[in-house]
Nanobody
Framework: VQLVESGGGLVQAGGSLRLSCAAS????????MGWYRQAPGKERDFVAG????????AYADSVKGRFTISTDTAKNTLYLRMNSLKPEDTGTYYC?????WGQGTQVTVSS
C-alpha cells in the first residue's frame, strides 16, 4: 500500500488542523491503521488508531478529547482531526496502514 499524508502546517495554539492520509494499492478498510508523531530528537509515538477487526478506536492520553481519527473507505483515506492544538503537539505526523508508512506531514503549533 502507498500512503500520502497531507494537511499539516503552522497553526497557533488553540487552532485546528485536519490531516489526511490517502492510500492506494489495497482495499483500505481491512487493515489496522493509525497516526503517529515524531517530535525533533524524540521517538515516533502513537497518537490514534483503528483496529479493523472490531473497529475499536484508541487514542494516546495526551490527545484524548482533542483529536478524532476517522476513515472514508470510499475515498481510501484516513483522517486525523486535531482541535485545541498545543505547542507540544508539534512534530511530523505519519500514518500507518498495515505496517506501511507515509512520508509524513509537518505540524507546527506556535504558542
Amino acid at each position: 500500500v502507498q500512503l500520502v499524508e497531507s494537511g499539516g502546517g503552522l497553526v497557533q495554539a488553540g487552532g485546528s488542523l485536519r490531516l489526511s492520509c490517502a492510500a492506494s494499492g489495497r482495499t483500505f478498510s481491512r487493515y489496522d491503521m493509525g497516526w503517529y508523531r515524531q517530535a525533533p530528537g524524540k521517538e515516533r509515538d502513537f497518537v490514534a488508531g483503528i483496529r479493523w477487526s472490531d473497529e475499536r478506536i484508541a487514542y494516546a492520553d495526551s490527545v484524548k478529547g482533542r483529536f478524532t481519527i476517522s476513515t472514508d473507505t470510499a475515498k481510501n483515506t484516513l483522517y486525523l482531526r486535531m482541535n485545541s492544538l498545543k505547542p507540544e503537539d508539534t512534530g511530523t505526523y505519519y500514518c500507518n496502514v498495515d505496517g506501511a508508512w507515509g512520508q509524513g506531514t509537518q505540524v507546527t503549533v506556535s504558542s
